[in-house]
């Protein structure tokens, strides 16, 4: 697909490393399957893979967690 951001590069499957942040929690995840793009790098993440951050992060925040850091895993 055509960069939404720099309207210049095309994207291309690769990685990523998500940050996302609410109140006093943070989580890095890295290594999230993307499409990046080649000229800007900007990443996209597919709706699957986002919920799946998104539900995870809620469980860990919930259970108390401030700061997380993991490696993203495929279920």
């Known amino acids: 697909m055509k960069c939404v951001v720099c309207k210049r590069g095309t994207t291309r499957s690769g990685t990523t490393t998500v940050t996302l942040e609410r109140d006093d929690f943070t989580m890095v995840v890295k290594d999230v399957s993307a499409e990046v793009c080649s000229n800007c790098g900007e990443a996209y993440v597919d709706e699957k893979t986002t919920r799946r951050l998104l ?14 850091v993991c490696r993203y895993a495929m279920a």
Request: hydrophobic fraction near 30%; avoid cysteine; aromatic fraction near 0%.
């Open 55 to 68: 539900r995870s992060a809620e469980k860990s925040a919930h259970n108390g967690a401030q700061v997380e």
